[in-house]
């Protein structure tokens, strides 16, 4: 090619390039390189393949006159041999060369160049040895400036679907969202949503392009009682107005202006509505321009709120009747178990029957009132220490009143737990067993991979009560508070422990009882105390007492700030004599 040609071939590839740079679609691109690649070079025909599924298919082609075309797979003829080793190939005679099948009785030459991210670009000729080398290089440029159009164009393409994405995104935010960008060290509104509309009361026309400051009022807030508020009364508030708050009040900031990094802020701002207590995200993003932008999102927390106050209110109810249940409750019955006590000392065998029947029912009070203060009180562990699970089963066994049952305590396993609330749920689970898989059951305390299982030997549970077995009220004995599996359920989950219980009715294999099974995982289990370098505590020694197991000359007394103190019952029998 002569040098004259060569140029004048570089400077159409030149403005090739910029009426590319005008399209906006990769099978534009294609089409329009095509048609004017014969300003750079001489063929009859010219495709564009890329592979798909394994076969080449054309993207555009080009051709001075009609030719014959056949489907060719992505590994056959010159075409597949150029995708493969992803390099240039001039063939000058195709009908003498081993790599052109399937061949044209058309074609005698062709130019096959390679194309980025796959694909064929081929010029044909029916002359054979139409292509020199430097046709090669001539093609090879053209090749790359049709890549690089298309990449721009793949490019915004994706670009713009993906700002169409956001773009709905952020209309379709369900909370108040605007978009800023820092200009002079103002944030200037560029967009908001629907929503956001809708909750501050402005037309968008309105605030897109208005600094922030001059559209989100501050208010002054004043703390209200929760406790003495009606049900439903909202933080108050009032738009701040110029001047010093009133007294009472506190004047809030408007934060949004300075927040320069993602953040999550309460604030209260002047709404439609009124002031409202609102969720403050500032969520900043990147730019390659250098330009400071975000997002705004404002989530309204007024029934959060107006739910927190509702709670603390029950909450402080709760502690009353807590309260109420510890002192009101239990000290007119440590008073009456004295009374009792004095007249077991000195009661008839006639009335010896009567006097036990009482002393029954003031320990399944007592036992209720445990319960009850149990499902009050009942928060999370936060504290867990290492315990011996069986040490804990055992001595949960020697509280409770068991007549010939036996326990088995095998687990041999150490788990981290708040021991006193473990020894309350064996305690409770050891008491079920005995009053329904009868007096002479056996109990079994044994470990399964993450925790630990109790089972008896009884009758079982009912497939239809698996379900609600942990729900308050449940009892199938009438000494029962209805309360114990509830807490068990609780106990566990304070642990962060996850409780099932299953059964095998008599028709079982061999027609015999497997009775209950309580099965607990997710426990913090400690295979090896040296390992983890806690010392293990001793066994129980003196555990409190609870239920028909305990001494009814033992208890405690909670005074109001909360402590214990040992109830003198030595005292109370002399005051009770004095007072006969």
């Keep these: 090619m002569p040098s004259s040609a060569l140029v004048d071939s570089v400077a159409e590839l030149g403005r090739l390039a910029s009426e590319l740079d005008a399209l906006d679609s990769v099978t534009e691109v294609y089409t329009h390189a095509l048609r004017a690649a014969d300003r750079v070079l001489e063929f009859d025909t010219a495709i564009i393949c890329t592979v798909e599924d394994g076969v080449f298919e054309p993207q555009a082609s080009y051709a001075t006159r009609l030719f014959p075309a056949t489907p060719l797979a992505a590994d056959a003829g010159i075409a597949g041999k150029t995708h493969r080793e992803n390099e240039t190939h001039v063939i000058g005679n195709l009908t003498t060369h081993t790599d052109a099948k399937p061949t044209s009785d058309a074609f005698r030459s062709v130019l096959s160049i390679p194309l980025e991210d796959g694909g064929v670009v081929q010029f044909h000729a029916t002359e054979p040895d139409a292509f020199s080398e430097g046709d090669r290089h001539l093609g090879e440029l053209f090749v790359a400036t049709v890549t690089s159009a298309r990449n721009r164009v793949s490019y915004e393409s994706a670009l713009e679907t993906e700002r169409d994405q956001f773009a709905a995104l952020f209309e379709n935010v369900p909370d108040a969202a605007l978009q800023y960008h820092l200009e002079d060290g103002v944030h200037v509104v560029d967009a908001v949503n629907s929503t956001f509309i809708r909750v501050f009361g402005y037309d968008a026309e309105a605030v897109v392009g208005e600094p922030l400051t001059e ?26 107005g110029a001047g010093t708050p009133p007294a009472g009040y506190r004047q809030t900031q408007l934060v949004e202006t300075e927040l320069s990094e993602r953040a999550d802020v309460e604030v209260v701002r002047e709404t439609a509505d009124g002031p409202r207590p609102l969720l403050l995200r500032n969520i900043p993003v990147a730019t390659n321009d250098g330009t400071t932008r975000g997002y705004l999102i404002y989530t309204d927390l007024t029934e959060l709120k107006l739910r927190e106050r509702e709670l603390e209110r029950k909450n402080e109810r709760l502690d009353q009747f807590a309260s109420i249940v510890s002192h009101d409750l239990r000290n007119p019955l440590n008073v009456a178990e004295g009374y009792l006590d004095i007249a077991l000392e000195d009661a008839s065998s006639d009335i010896q029957p009567a006097l036990e029947e009482i002393e029954d029912a003031h320990n399944r009070m007592a036992r209720l009132i445990e319960d009850v203060l149990t499902m009050a009180k009942g928060e999370a562990v936060t504290n867990p220490e290492p315990v011996d699970l069986d040490t804990v089963a055992t001595a949960g066994w020697d509280n409770v009143e068991t007549a010939a049952a036996s326990l088995e305590a095998t687990s041999q396993l150490r788990i981290k737990a708040d021991r006193t609330r473990l020894l309350r749920l064996f305690e409770n689970l050891f008491r079920n067993a005995v009053e329904h898989a009868g007096h002479d059951a056996t109990v079994r305390v044994t470990g399964l991979a993450g925790g630990f299982a109790v089972e008896d030997d009884g009758p079982g549970i009912p497939a239809e009560r698996h379900e609600d077995i942990f729900e308050s009220g449940h009892t199938g004995a009438a000494e029962n508070t209805g309360l114990g599996l509830a807490i068990v359920e609780q106990i566990a989950t304070e642990h962060g422990w996850t409780v099932e219980v299953s059964s095998t009715d008599s028709d079982g294999k061999n027609g015999e009882d497997t009775g209950a099974r309580f099965e607990f995982t997710d426990c913090r289990l400690q295979e090896d105390d040296a390992e983890t370098g806690h010392e293990f505590e001793p066994p129980f020694e ?23 103190h040992e109830f003198d019952w030595e005292l109370t029998r002399h005051q009770l004599e004095g007072w006969r």
């Excluded at 003196?542 to 214990?564: I, K, L, R």
């Design 215 to 240: 559209l989100l009022e501050p208010v002054v807030s004043k703390p209200t009682d929760a406790a003495a508020a009606p049900a439903g009364t909202p933080p108050h508030h009032e738009p701040a």
């Design 542 to 564: 003196h555990e409190h007492q609870s239920g028909e197991g305990a001494s009814a000359g033992a208890g405690v007394d909670e005074q109001d700030d909360g402590s214990e």
